[in-house]
Each structure stands twice: as C-alpha cells, then as structure tokens.
C-alpha cells in the first residue's frame, strides 16, 4: 500500500477534519493568532498549530523556521491592521485614530500585546521584521508631510506610542482586588495602605475603581497631544520660546 504523504489531513482536537485546502502562510498565521488569543502565547507550538491545520507539524517549517519567527510573523499580521493615512492633512487627528485603532488591536488580541510592547525592545532596529517597522515609517511620513522634521517627527513617535504602550498594559491589568466590594478602599486593596502616607493615592478610590480605557485614552491623546502642538514648530505654528 502507497504511503500516505506527510502533509495529509488529520483530525483536529475536537475530532472534525480541518479544511483540506493548501496550506497558505495566511492560513498559518490566522491558526497561530486563534491559539494565542485563545490559550495565550505558550500554547503556541508547531506540533499545536499543526494540529489546528490538520497537518504533519513538519510541513509548517516551509513557511516558518521555527516558532520565535512564527511569533515575529504574527505580530507583522497583527500590526498589519494598524492603518495611518500618511495623506492625512491633520496630524493630530490622524494620531487620534491611530492611538484609537493601536488600543482597539490590544483588546482584540490581549495575549499579542507583550509582544507588540516588549519584543521590538530586545530586537535591534535592522533585525526587526519589516511588516513591524511600517507604521514608524507611516507615522514618520504623516509628519514630516505636515511639516515637522524628521527628528522631531521621530520625538513624536516615540512619545506616542510610548504613551500607548502604558496605557494598554495598564488597562489590561486588573486593579480590583475585591470586585464584590461595593467601598472603592476595599475594591482597590487601598485599605492596606498606612493611612497617612497616601492621601492622596487614597483618595483617588472612586477615580480608580471607575477606570474607563477609552475616557482615559482620549484624555491623554489631550494631554500628550496639547504639549507637542505647543514645544514643536511645525508650519503654521511660531516656534516656542525657550527661556
């Protein structure tokens, strides 16, 4: 009897046959996405995603050498979504929708967002995937269009995405301890705290328990937004006096 070929269809975990279809990088990567933001990122193994593709884990190692470039390809799929109109005639309202759409993708794909923060910091820029290093260059490109210079539309950035990065790890972090409480102290944990050495911590509760991702965003955008409008000279607005 002929040998079955190495990439036959076998049955997933739940005992259906995937769709037989060709294996497509596309297809790889939206299997790989669907484990992590179901399992998380640890999940993830060639032998697993091959399971979900019913298909020999082997045949992955065409489209992906091993899992960290499996991880980097995800990401790019995932920053792919990221759109910036480089056409924009207003900046500020651009980096709005990006900050927006950044915050969207976090909350859509909560286990990705270690990734999209912390694996670009331990990759040299040259060496990190393409398909991550485009919205720089559209953001870039956005403002250097509105008239800033490169290296001030490269401050902007960085503040920027900065910014986003913290918000979104802080707004997928749990701050309730106790979400039965209906005292923001005790919901919070504050009550732990010695009276007298946070006040003023202390007396931010109910700002703190009524955390809103989205109000907050858009509150910083304000903040963030308001302070390089006013120290960066960019057309049609007087540089800023330095005293």
Do not use: C
């Not at 980097?72 to 309202?93: F, I, K, P, R």
């Not at 509760?205 to 409008?229: K, M, Q």
Request: hydrophobic share 40%; net charge negative; no cysteine.
């Amino acid at each position: 009897m002929a040998k079955a070929p190495a990439d036959r269809t076998t049955r997933s975990g739940n005992g259906q046959v995937p769709d037989s279809g060709p294996i497509t990088r596309q297809r790889i990567l939206t299997a790989a996405l669907e484990i992590i933001d179901r399992d998380g990122i640890d999940a993830l193994s060639m032998r697993r995603l091959g399971k979900a593709l019913g298909r020999d884990p082997m045949t992955l190692y065409r489209h992906a050498p091993n899992k960290a470039a499996l991880v980097d390809a995800v990401v790019e799929s995932v920053l792919e979504q990221l759109e910036v109109d480089t056409d924009d005639g207003n900046w500020a309202t651009q980096l709005r929708e990006v900050a927006r759409g950044f915050r969207r993708l976090a909350l859509d794909h909560p286990h990705v967002v270690p990734l999209l923060v912390t694996r670009p910091l331990s990759t040299p820029l040259g060496l990190r995937p393409l398909g991550t290093l485009r919205p720089l260059e559209n953001i870039l490109t956005l403002l250097t269009r509105a008239g800033f210079t490169a290296t001030d539309a490269l401050h902007v950035y960085r503040a920027l995405f900065g910014f986003l990065h913290g918000h979104v790890l802080n707004e997928l972090q749990e701050l309730v301890e106790q979400p039965d409480e209906h005292d923001d102290l005790l919901r919070l944990g504050l009550h732990r705290l010695p009276i007298g050495d946070f006040p003023l911590l202390r007396g931010l509760a109910t700002v703190l328990a009524s955390y809103d991702g989205a109000a907050e965003l858009e509150r910083g955008l304000d903040i963030l937004i308001t302070g390089l409008t006013a120290t960066l000279p960019y057309p049609g607005t007087p540089a800023p006096t330095v005293s």
